[in-house]
Protein backbone atom coordinates (compact mmCIF):
# COMPACT_ATOMS: atom_id res chain seq x y z
CA UNK A 1 0.00 0.00 0.00
CA UNK A 2 1.21 3.26 -0.96
CA UNK A 3 1.80 6.40 1.57
CA UNK A 4 -1.18 8.01 -0.04
CA UNK A 5 -3.66 5.04 -0.06
CA UNK A 6 -2.71 4.77 3.62
CA UNK A 7 -3.59 8.45 4.40
CA UNK A 8 -6.99 8.18 2.41
CA UNK A 9 -7.91 4.83 4.06
CA UNK A 10 -7.17 5.93 8.16
CA UNK A 11 -9.72 8.82 8.08
CA UNK A 12 -12.14 6.39 6.28
CA UNK A 13 -11.76 3.88 9.00
CA UNK A 14 -12.27 5.90 11.75
CA UNK A 15 -15.74 7.34 10.02
CA UNK A 16 -16.80 3.77 10.10
CA UNK A 17 -15.88 3.45 13.30
CA UNK A 18 -18.13 6.32 14.45
CA UNK A 19 -20.49 6.08 12.06
CA UNK A 20 -20.78 2.19 14.24
CA UNK A 21 -20.79 3.76 17.56
CA UNK A 22 -23.61 6.33 17.15
CA UNK A 23 -26.01 3.43 15.63
CA UNK A 24 -24.96 1.30 18.79
CA UNK A 25 -26.39 4.11 20.98
CA UNK A 26 -29.46 5.04 19.25
CA UNK A 27 -30.23 1.22 19.22
CA UNK A 28 -30.00 1.09 22.94
CA UNK A 29 -31.45 3.62 24.58
CA UNK A 30 -34.53 4.51 25.39
CA UNK A 31 -37.18 5.48 22.75
CA UNK A 32 -38.55 8.52 22.27
CA UNK A 33 -42.11 7.54 23.91
CA UNK A 34 -43.76 5.67 26.90
CA UNK A 35 -41.10 6.70 29.31
CA UNK A 36 -41.30 6.45 32.72
CA UNK A 37 -39.23 8.98 35.26
CA UNK A 38 -38.48 9.02 38.75
CA UNK A 39 -41.02 11.78 40.39
CA UNK A 40 -40.88 13.19 43.93
CA UNK A 41 -44.90 13.47 43.24
CA UNK A 42 -45.00 9.51 42.92
CA UNK A 43 -46.49 8.17 45.58
CA UNK A 44 -48.01 11.52 46.94
CA UNK A 45 -51.64 13.46 46.75
CA UNK A 46 -51.78 15.09 43.30
CA UNK A 47 -51.50 18.73 43.45
CA UNK A 48 -54.88 20.92 42.66
CA UNK A 49 -55.45 21.09 39.57
CA UNK A 50 -58.55 23.90 38.68
CA UNK A 51 -58.80 26.30 36.13
CA UNK A 52 -61.32 26.75 33.29
CA UNK A 53 -61.46 24.58 30.27
CA UNK A 54 -61.10 25.51 26.16
CA UNK A 55 -65.29 25.21 26.50
CA UNK A 56 -65.40 27.77 29.50
CA UNK A 57 -66.47 25.06 32.12
CA UNK A 58 -64.79 24.82 35.47
CA UNK A 59 -62.63 21.43 36.05
CA UNK A 60 -61.27 20.26 39.49
CA UNK A 61 -59.29 17.38 39.34
CA UNK A 62 -60.94 16.59 43.24
CA UNK A 63 -64.26 15.73 41.47
CA UNK A 64 -62.45 12.90 39.63
CA UNK A 65 -62.16 10.81 42.42
CA UNK A 66 -62.73 7.56 42.24
CA UNK A 67 -61.64 7.08 38.51
CA UNK A 68 -58.17 7.05 37.59
CA UNK A 69 -57.02 10.20 35.79
CA UNK A 70 -54.44 10.78 33.03
CA UNK A 71 -53.51 14.76 33.35
CA UNK A 72 -51.12 15.30 30.19
CA UNK A 73 -49.55 18.87 29.61
CA UNK A 74 -48.93 19.28 26.12
CA UNK A 75 -48.02 22.71 23.91
CA UNK A 76 -49.77 23.07 20.35
CA UNK A 77 -45.91 23.75 18.68
CA UNK A 78 -44.74 20.88 20.45
CA UNK A 79 -44.07 17.73 17.73
CA UNK A 80 -44.24 14.48 20.36
CA UNK A 81 -47.26 15.96 21.45
CA UNK A 82 -48.72 16.49 18.10
CA UNK A 83 -47.95 12.59 17.62
CA UNK A 84 -49.35 11.50 20.62
CA UNK A 85 -52.55 13.34 20.75
CA UNK A 86 -54.80 10.67 18.14
CA UNK A 87 -52.87 8.06 21.36
CA UNK A 88 -54.77 9.93 24.55
CA UNK A 89 -58.01 10.19 22.06
CA UNK A 90 -58.14 6.40 21.67
CA UNK A 91 -57.51 5.99 25.53
CA UNK A 92 -59.77 8.73 26.52
CA UNK A 93 -62.46 6.91 24.07
CA UNK A 94 -62.05 3.68 25.56
CA UNK A 95 -62.21 4.57 29.19
CA UNK A 96 -65.13 7.27 28.82
CA UNK A 97 -67.02 3.69 27.88
CA UNK A 98 -65.89 2.06 30.36
CA UNK A 99 -65.91 5.14 33.36
CA UNK A 100 -62.79 3.80 34.80
CA UNK A 101 -60.08 6.77 33.45
CA UNK A 102 -60.21 9.80 31.63
CA UNK A 103 -57.75 12.24 30.29
CA UNK A 104 -57.28 16.16 31.00
CA UNK A 105 -54.75 18.06 29.42
CA UNK A 106 -53.14 21.47 30.28
CA UNK A 107 -51.86 24.05 28.10
CA UNK A 108 -48.67 24.71 28.33
CA UNK A 109 -47.07 27.69 27.62
CA UNK A 110 -49.11 28.04 24.87
CA UNK A 111 -52.78 30.50 24.02
CA UNK A 112 -56.20 28.99 24.26
CA UNK A 113 -56.79 29.91 20.70
CA UNK A 114 -53.61 27.95 19.44
CA UNK A 115 -54.92 25.27 21.66
CA UNK A 116 -58.65 25.56 20.67
CA UNK A 117 -58.21 25.23 17.09
CA UNK A 118 -55.99 22.42 17.77
CA UNK A 119 -58.36 20.48 19.62
CA UNK A 120 -61.38 21.84 16.64
CA UNK A 121 -59.10 20.56 13.86
CA UNK A 122 -57.65 17.36 15.51
CA UNK A 123 -60.60 15.98 18.12
CA UNK A 124 -60.66 15.00 21.50
CA UNK A 125 -63.58 15.71 23.54
CA UNK A 126 -61.69 15.60 27.04
CA UNK A 127 -61.51 18.57 29.06
CA UNK A 128 -58.55 21.28 28.48
CA UNK A 129 -57.47 23.20 31.46
CA UNK A 130 -56.57 26.29 29.28
CA UNK A 131 -54.51 29.69 30.45
CA UNK A 132 -52.23 27.93 32.99
CA UNK A 133 -50.32 30.87 33.58
CA UNK A 134 -47.29 27.90 34.85
CA UNK A 135 -48.86 27.61 38.68
CA UNK A 136 -50.25 24.05 37.21
CA UNK A 137 -46.67 23.05 35.32
CA UNK A 138 -44.97 24.39 38.54
CA UNK A 139 -46.57 22.51 41.26
CA UNK A 140 -46.39 19.21 38.89
CA UNK A 141 -42.69 20.01 38.15
CA UNK A 142 -43.34 19.94 34.41
CA UNK A 143 -39.78 20.77 32.84
CA UNK A 144 -40.74 20.03 29.11
CA UNK A 145 -43.71 18.83 27.46
CA UNK A 146 -45.54 16.55 26.31
CA UNK A 147 -45.15 15.19 30.12
CA UNK A 148 -48.27 13.21 31.66
CA UNK A 149 -49.18 12.26 35.39
CA UNK A 150 -51.37 8.67 36.19
CA UNK A 151 -53.29 9.43 39.39
CA UNK A 152 -55.08 6.89 40.91
CA UNK A 153 -58.91 6.73 42.16
CA UNK A 154 -57.95 8.25 45.37
CA UNK A 155 -56.18 11.07 44.39
CA UNK A 156 -52.27 10.13 44.45
CA UNK A 157 -49.88 10.41 41.45
CA UNK A 158 -48.85 6.73 40.60
CA UNK A 159 -46.82 7.20 37.41
CA UNK A 160 -44.78 10.44 35.86
CA UNK A 161 -44.43 9.91 31.80
CA UNK A 162 -42.39 11.86 30.10
CA UNK A 163 -42.33 12.32 26.30
CA UNK A 164 -45.36 11.17 23.84
CA UNK A 165 -47.18 8.30 24.78
CA UNK A 166 -49.48 5.32 22.92
CA UNK A 167 -52.58 4.46 23.72
CA UNK A 168 -51.22 0.30 23.76
CA UNK A 169 -48.66 1.59 26.86
CA UNK A 170 -51.22 3.46 28.58
CA UNK A 171 -53.34 0.52 28.57
CA UNK A 172 -50.55 -1.82 30.22
CA UNK A 173 -49.75 1.12 32.32
CA UNK A 174 -53.16 1.47 33.75
CA UNK A 175 -53.53 -2.37 33.71
CA UNK A 176 -50.56 -3.15 36.30
CA UNK A 177 -51.33 0.20 38.17
CA UNK A 178 -55.05 -1.31 38.98
CA UNK A 179 -53.51 -4.63 40.22
CA UNK A 180 -51.04 -2.78 42.43
CA UNK A 181 -53.52 -0.72 44.25
CA UNK A 182 -56.58 -3.42 43.79
Not at 84 to 92: K, S, T
Not at 144 to 150: I, N, Q
Not at 157 to 181: D, H, M, N, P, S
Amino acid sequence: MTKRSATTVVPVVIVLLVSFAVIVVLATREPAVNRVAASPLVGRAAPQLTGTTLDGDAFDLAEHRGEWVLVNFFATWCGPCRREHAELGGFHDRHAEIGDASVVSVVFDDTTEDARAFFEEEGGDWPVVAGDQGDIALDYGVIKVPESYLVSPDGVVVKKLIGGVTQEFLEELLAAAEQQTG
